[in-house]
């Protein structure tokens, strides 16, 4: 994996836990965790796809399994988080 690689896989998670922090309900954790959600949830929704038999490829493909995955992974933590 190059670094354009990489920064590309980070720049994809902050997107995707951005948006995931904005469907959830509690508006996600700030910048830094989002980016980690985000990365989680990109596979998290790739593990989720597979189970399902669910498999394309794209861009914006990858971006939508990172934010589904991501609000998974938002879910599981409310259910943890104190009110």
């Given at each position: 994996m190059d670094i354009v690689?990489?920064?590309?896989?980070?720049?994809?998670?902050?997107?995707?836990?951005w948006l995931a922090g904005k469907l959830m309900k509690g508006g996600g954790f700030g910048l830094i965790v989002n980016i980690i959600v985000g990365i989680i949830g990109g596979f998290i929704g790739g593990w989720l796809m597979s189970l399902v038999g669910i498999q394309k490829a794209g861009l914006l493909w990858e971006l939508i399994v990172a934010v589904i995955g991501a609000c998974v992974l938002l879910f599981?933590?409310?259910l943890f988080k104190k009110k």
């Open positions: 690689s990489i920064i590309l896989y980070l720049l994809f998670g902050a997107v995707a836990g599981v933590i409310s």
